[in-house]
């Protein structure tokens, strides 16, 4: 099993990452996930992201090792963003390969949910105005979305 946990501050290339994630012919499935900076309605000149070097990093290890143990995964690659990023650029690249593909797709949501909650990544606006938005709170949705893997 291999993961690869990158928290950077340059751009993510997603074609050279999702090509990385296994070339050895073991998998059947890949599940890419890429999220990127929204421009809110055209009010925000950029989001910027703030995280805890080192700890960011561990628990990104730590929620795909639990990945890992749920789903019979061959590869596990998160690269994430920090800095200012402008609308359109891409925040977050997160990729599973697996034997099958229900594996692949469980896994890369269970991933994506759980580092919306438990990395510690802050982020606050920059708006088109001049103006600096506080430090944007944990939405509901995120946390209920971590609920159902613990019905599951």
Same mark, same amino acid.
């Given at each position: 099993?291999?993961?690869? %946990?990158?928290?950077? $501050? #340059?751009?993510?290339?997603? =074609? =050279?990452? +999702?090509? @990385?994630?296994? $070339?050895?012919?073991?998998?059947? *499935? ?26 960011? #990093?561990?628990?990104?290890? @730590? ?5 890992? /143990? ?13 800095? &200012?990023? =402008? ?6 690249? $997160? ?8 594996? *692949? ?5 269970? %991933?994506?949910?759980?580092? &919306? +909650?438990? /990395?510690?990544?802050? &982020?606050? #606006?920059?708006?088109?105005?001049? +103006?600096?938005? /506080?430090?944007?709170? =944990? &939405?509901? *949705?995120?946390? $209920? ?8």
């Amino acid at each position: 099993m291999m993961f690869r %946990v990158v928290v950077q $501050s #340059e751009r993510i290339d997603i =074609a =050279a990452e +999702t090509a @990385n994630l296994s $070339s050895d012919g073991a998998a059947g *499935a890949a599940v890419v996930f890429c999220g990127y900076c929204r421009d809110e309605g055209g009010r925000l000149s950029a989001l910027e992201l703030e995280h805890y070097p080192g700890m960011a #990093e561990r628990e990104i290890q @730590n929620i795909l090792a639990e990945a890992a /143990a749920r789903w019979p995964l061959i590869s596990a690659c998160v690269v994430h963003r920090f800095g &200012k990023i =402008a609308p359109g650029e891409e925040i977050v690249f $997160s990729g599973c390969t697996s034997v099958h593909r229900h594996a *692949a797709f469980e896994a890369g949501a269970y %991933v994506m949910d759980f580092m &919306k +909650t438990r /990395a510690p990544f802050w &982020k606050r #606006e920059h708006l088109l105005d001049g +103006t600096v938005g /506080a430090w944007v709170d =944990a &939405k509901d *949705a995120d946390l $209920s979305a971590t609920d159902r893997w613990h019905r599951l």
